[in-house]
């Protein structure tokens, strides 16, 4: 009888070190556990819409409601200029980035506290959390995006080839709320507060951004100033991409996108060099 040897099955293995270096920043395991990202995207969209009544239609609704709330206030009774577009065209395709903004946000922010009992029984990047939690939030920006396409319909507008920017700028605005909830999700593990000030805070952002009113109407020479603002870039570029507006001004939407960045590399070195604290203090 012929013998073969047999290959000894070795179980993979996982060596947790202290970070060296104010940038190591792992970003590689991010690939090596991307299953376990997707279960964690699918997991807070079934949370989300568990025992819903209309289910996904919360996520046209939501928009909707507030574009026809801020049609009343700010178009007829404020005549705010809406850059020669349908005022609730003009609102809506600003909604639609700003409420995936939102919503990323919230949930990035209150990430890692409402993890809690799975950052204290196993080890897995804890990035993963909050890059998941920004991730969900495109399943509602894509019902949205079939209400802007019907309302183009019965306004009459043409799409333009601006639309091929639209993946980029998502992408844009998914790296800009992640960048935020980064930092925010890493103070909320220290203090509790954060927790209460997020949903303030996103109230107060949105009138600091252009979702109501056009960006022409901030004084030009405030415009590199307000352009610091990383979601400016965002919100003025799908406006271009969706409606045919005049192009975003190059370089408010470099300042942005700079500001963006720096945010991004900020949040990530600060939640890396904080990490191997979570499971003790959360």
């Known amino acids: ?55 996904a239609s919360w996520a046209v609704l939501q928009p909707f409601i507030t574009m026809v709330i801020f049609t009343i206030i700010f178009s007829r009774l404020a005549n705010i200029s809406s850059d020669g577009k349908p005022y609730p065209l003009f609102s809506f395709a600003a909604l639609l980035p700003w409420t995936y903004f939102s919503q990323a946000l919230l949930r990035s922010g209150n990430s890692l506290v409402g993890s809690a009992n799975l950052i204290t029984k196993i080890y897995f990047p804890r990035l993963l959390i909050p890059l998941a939690a920004s991730l969900a939030p495109l399943v509602d920006f894509l019902f949205s995006f079939i209400m802007l396409i019907l309302l183009m319909v019965w306004y009459g507008v043409v799409p333009t080839w601006g639309l091929l920017a639209l993946p980029a700028l998502i992408l844009l605005s998914l790296v800009t709320a992640l960048s935020v909830g980064l930092w925010l999700t890493t103070l909320n593990v220290k203090y509790r507060d954060v927790g209460h000030i997020i949903p303030f805070l996103i109230q107060i952002w949105m009138y600091g951004s252009p979702v109501v ?47 963006m960045m720096l945010l991004l590399l900020g949040g990530l070195v600060y939640f890396k060099n904080m990490e191997q604290t979570f499971a003790d203090i959360i």
């Open 213 to 259: 009113y056009s960006l022409n109407m901030v004084p030009e020479k405030w415009r590199l100033l307000y352009g610091l603002n990383p979601i400016v870039g965002v919100i003025e570029g799908f406006r271009w991409a969706v409606l045919g507006t005049a192009r975003p001004d190059f370089m408010i939407m470099t300042v942005s996108s700079v500001a």
């Open 1 to 55: 009888m012929n013998t073969f040897p047999v290959a000894t099955l070795r179980k993979p293995s996982v060596v947790i070190q202290p970070h060296k270096g104010l940038f190591q920043l792992d970003l590689l395991s991010l690939w090596q556990y991307r299953e376990l990202l997707y279960f964690l995207v699918w997991r807070d969209i079934k949370v989300r819409y568990k025992q819903t009544a209309i289910g």
